[in-house]
């Protein structure tokens, strides 16, 4: 079975339907004002609108106010949160949609102790750490730092692009993987060529 695929960061309509169109199982809107990638309800609701059946919809958050991420999941059609800063347990599980727990990863991250934490997370989501930024950094981690016998399906992120995620699937064997930066021309805007590429590099992976 072929690695799923979500590109995140989507902020306009015709990247979402060039991510579909090479074959990306999930595309993810980034709910967090710091980002260049950052959308609002109304560009999140345009970026989704024609999109075809079966592709998962991700909203991303970062600390957010619960009030905030209900307000989007009433407005947007999200198949699945995903929570990129330091929300408890509790926090994650209190929305009628399956998630996600981003953890940024490093040499001291006990990886182990997250699965046992966030027991009902669909998935970890392991990005790199990098002091001051919750994510979106293009900046990879050391893959070696993943055990190969975590209790639940891991989503690669940080610093994946065309060139180095067919070495990345191939070590760490994930569910999915997840880029952003890797994909793109300039922030919140995708490259048709590099998506391309990257679906190569996911392909290849498998032969
Ligand atoms: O994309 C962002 O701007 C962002 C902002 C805040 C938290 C997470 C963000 N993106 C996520 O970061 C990882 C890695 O991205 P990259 O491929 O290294 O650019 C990925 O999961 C994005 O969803």
Request: hydrophobic residues 45%; charged residues 25%; proline residues 6%.
């Amino acid at each position: 079975m072929r690695t799923r695929v979500k590109i995140c960061g989507i902020t306009r309509e015709e990247d979402a339907l060039t991510a579909v169109r090479h074959g990306a199982d999930a595309i993810g809107l980034v709910f967090v004002e710091a980002s260049p990638r950052h959308v609002s309800i109304a560009q999140a609701q345009a970026a989704i609108r024609s999109l075809p059946p079966f592709i998962a919809v991700v909203g991303l958050f970062v600390d957010a106010e619960p009030s905030f991420i209900e307000q989007v999941l009433k407005e947007v059609r999200l198949d699945m949160l995903q929570f990129h800063g330091d929300e408890s347990p509790e926090e994650c599980q209190r929305y009628a949609r399956p998630y996600m727990k981003a953890i940024r990863v490093r040499p001291d991250t006990n990886l182990l102790q997250y699965a046992l934490d966030y027991p009902r997370a669909s998935a970890l989501l392991l990005d790199a750490h990098v002091e001051g930024v919750a994510g979106g950094t293009g900046q990879r981690f050391d893959w070696s730092l993943i055990p190969a016998d975590l209790p639940m399906p891991i989503v690669l992120a940080g610093g994946l692009n065309a060139d180095n995620v067919a070495e990345a699937i191939k070590q760490v064997r994930p569910y999915a993987v997840d880029v952003s930066g890797g994909v793109e021309s300039q922030k919140g805007i995708k490259d048709a060529g590099k998506i391309a590429a990257f679906m190569r590099g996911v392909t290849d992976a498998a032969l």
